[in-house]
């Protein structure tokens, strides 16, 4: 399947969802977010307009109703000149959508993708909704959102990709210079320092998105090659850590349904096609729209995995206290990956998602990752994202150690989640198997283990407590002599790490015969051990 078909299948679901709901009172679907009414109703609008006949409603009623929700959400655009938030549009609706203030972040990116949509599609617009566009997209122009200081994340990707835009669009030579600078900038500072938004979702898609409409939309052809080069570095950098439609290693930040389950699929299925398009599509935005292909290099990486990869970067984080540098690995197969980052680092709202074991999507029935975690604010039952720096780590292949040395006036409790699999509870050990994977999880402290629709919660006590994650294929264990489950199994029994809680601590043996130690002191400094040797990060580049 080509990826304009890829592009057709997603307009196509989602023109037959919003053709599904149920128009308010306000003349729109939806009043939890701006957005969705704008996104649905372009899927809606376009495929009534490029393929009619292969709608299961009638295509002209279809695009009635896609103009009139695009014409109520251009009309809860801040149209006064004089107002703080001129150009702006509110972001959650409310009960009163006319009454809602007006909000930042929708015209960072919806206002460039209003551009994209209206050079598109406008010869199908009625005369009502084609003044309607050109009067809101003029108001974004003149209300300079764009014009912020550039610090290198993904709303500085947004207000790049909007100043080349709207330049061209108005033909704003000045706006289009800085554009082109602030491109540029960002590029040398990603090439110098990697991803300071590493795995960050959905925001990492933000730049994908805004540097990919503007590649669509500009003339220039010096211009549009640096937007190559940029969109070549970000799918590269996805490239990295793509295991069939999934993320593999650590997040900066992400959202709830990207953890524990990798949801934000859409770009990842236009441009790779390796995996089946899931039902449900929590950001729709524009990926049935917006494609650039990725560089030969990166489509190579991400989609052949026969052979196993160790990834590892560095990433600098910049701000205000001085900088750090961050160090990321990931072990990569066809089956399964492992990895995270080897520091803490205090992102937004406890947000660093540290490590964990991620399965391709579509093997299991739930979940596709497997962690430990110290909770931190503001975790609820079904989110399970936001973790303490009460954490040590040892990354190895496929093998992960990490101890929780949690302090006096914290909650002696770690917590994990694992994938819907066939589950052997045994004293300190969880023993596993899905259709291709076997898995030996250690812990310290004694647990319990829950189940849940699509995911396993074990929960532990104790202020020192650890754990140990050790994946194997099955196609790898048995080139071991590990034929079945229960032979995987009486080797991992065997291979119990030992622990101490005198000084913190866990030495593990793993199948390959790896030796790693792991060791935390009473003033919280680590030792990290891997066959007798400290861990080197020299070979870890930007």
Known sequence: MSFTARQNEIIRKIAILAQSQTVLSSGLWFHHDIRDNFYYASYLFAAAVDFPEQLPFDAEAAKHLAQGIMLEVLRLQDQNGESAT??????NLGEAPR??????????????LMAFFTSRYRVHFDERLAQAFDSALFNVYRSGFYRQKNVFGHHDAKYTAAKLIFGQLYEDAGLIRNGRSNLQLTLAHVRKHGMSEYGSLPWFWHWVQAFTCAWHQM???????ELSDMLDYLWNERAAFYLKGAWAGAHCRGQKHDIPLDSNVLHDYVQ????ELPAEMPRTEYAGFLYYEAPEAARRTALDRSG????????TKISDAGTSILHSYAYMTSEFATGGMWERYEEFDNEQHRWDITLPLGRNRGVNQAYFF?????????DPRHQTGHTEVLFHKNTIAALYPIPAGAAHQIAGILPIAEWQQEPGVLLGQTDQVFFAVYLMQPFEIERLADRYVVTSEGSRNGVVLEAISQKDAEQRGLDSFEAFA??????APAWSTEKLSVRYTSLDLSVLELSVDSHSESEKRINGQPVDFSEYML
């Open 490 to 495: 009486a080797v991992a029994r065997r291979n």
């Open 374 to 382: 110290h909770p931190a604010e503001p975790n609820t039952g079904d």
């Open 99 to 112: 009454e809602a203030k007006p909000n930042v972040l929708p015209v960072e990116l919806m206002g460039s």
């Open 272 to 275: 790779f096609g390796d995996f």
């Open 219 to 225: 003339s220039d052809p010096s211009v549009k090659k």
């Open 86 to 91: 001129f150009g702006h549009w509110p972001l």
């Open 308 to 315: 196993k990869a160790e990834v590892k970067k560095a990433v």
